[in-house]
Every structure is written in structure tokens, then in C-alpha cells.
């Protein structure tokens, strides 16, 4: 994982780069590809997220979100991230670090979303990864927080495969679809190996 910072703002920006993916906070440019892909996944991607407001695919609420993604970036409050295919620069799905907390916690939780063309292939777990070096090695965190639904089964697989521990259950944890919904709660500590493809993959 590499981490280059890029100009002043509003080009600056933290980019991410994993194994065939990279990761970038959105940008205006992007909306087309958000948005066809958000649509498309719509059916796929609703029993795992909160509902969506009636104008969440306008261009209007994209702009919305970007000020919104910039406004915590710069705050260090959370760092949303777009990810991307190396080799055509398709878009996949997203990623935030949200809810930093720092003082005598140094923590972060993480949460995501995959397109559905392309779930299933590991670009998600490269992509965690990838954010989890970026979170340990620059953001200088102690801690990864993640939940999911029971019956998210491949966000289970993919957070274990990644090395998150299981710590606990959460009883109506989080408002998704609609409804209170228990979770599974997971954690990655920076003493953690972070487990891939090609081993341990801390490199800054």
C-alpha cells in the first residue's frame, strides 16, 4: 500500500494504492460512474445499508456528499474513499474510515459497499487491506472497528480472511433498511497481522 498526497486544496487528496486497486475520496467526475453503478446495485446492496434518501442518486446529493467527504477529511474525522480497478480505473464500490476518535483511543470503524459486477472477486478484501496499512502506518491508529449483520455471511469471510478477530454481539446495533438490526462486531489492532496473498501486508 502506497499513500501519496497531491497538492494543495481542493486537489489534495489521500490516494491509496493495493494490489490491482487503488483507493481516492470522490470526485466531481465521478458522479456517472456512481451513480450508474448505485443504481444498478440497488436490489443487491439494500438488505445491507440504510435506506436511501428519494434523491440519493441526483447530482445534487453527489455534490452534497463530496463537500460532506471533504469537510471530514480535512477535519480528520473520517476519510471516505472510492475504490477503483488498476488496470481501467472501473469503479468498484466505496469505503469510509468513519467515527475517528483520537486521544486514548486512536480508532477508526470501517464500513463498505461493493457494486455488484463486480462482488465476489477479493476486491474488496484487497481494498481493506490496503486501508487498514493506510489507517495503521499514516493515520497512525491503534484500532479498526467493523459490524455486520449475522447473516452477512461474505462480510464475515472477508473480514476474518483479512484478520479481524470477532469480539462481540450487538443487539438492534444499527439502523439498516429500515430496521433496528443486531450485528456482529469484529476488531484489527495495529500488533495484528493483516492476512493476504501475499502475507502480511504492512508496507506504508
Keep these: 500500500m502506497a499513500l ?8 489534495n487528496a489521500n490516494f491509496i494504492r493495493g494490489e490491482g486497486i487503488y483507493l481516492r475520496p470522490g470526485e466531481a467526475r465521478d458522479y456517472d460512474q456512481w ?13 445491507w445499508e440504510p435506506t436511501w434518501p428519494v434523491d440519493d442518486l441526483t447530482r445534487a446529493s453527489f455534490r452534497r456528499r463530496l463537500r460532506r467527504h471533504t469537510d471530514e477529511i480535512n477535519r480528520d474525522e473520517a476519510y471516505p474513499f472510492f475504490i477503483f480497478r488498476q488496470q481501467d480505473d472501473a469503479l468498484l464500490g466505496g469505503l469510509t474510515l468513519g467515527q475517528l476518535r483520537r486521544g486514548v483511543s486512536q480508532s477508526a470503524t470501517i464500513g463498505y459497499w461493493m457494486g455488484k459486477p463486480y462482488a465476489g472477486k477479493g476486491y474488496m478484501a484487497k481494498a481493506v487491506r490496503a486501508t487498514a496499512g493506510f489507517a495503521f502506518a499514516t493515520l497512525r491508529l491503534h484500532r479498526l472497528d467493523a459490524a455486520c449483520l449475522p447473516s452477512n455471511e461474505a462480510s464475515i469471510r472477508l473480514l476474518e480472511g483479512v484478520g479481524f478477530t470477532r469480539e462481540g454481539y450487538a443487539r438492534r446495533y444499527l439502523r439498516i433498511n429500515g430496521e433496528w438490526q443486531d450485528h456482529i462486531l469484529f476488531g484489527l489492532l ?13 508496507e506504508a
Aim: charged fraction near 35%; avoid cysteine.
Design 35 to 47: 451513480s450508474w453503478l448505485r443504481n444498478l446495485s440497488r436490489d443487491f446492496l439494500t438488505p
Design 190 to 202: 495495529e500488533s495484528d497481522p493483516i492476512r493476504g496473498k501475499r502475507g502480511i501486508d504492512r
Design 4 to 11: 501519496f498526497r497531491l497538492g494543495p486544496a481542493p486537489e
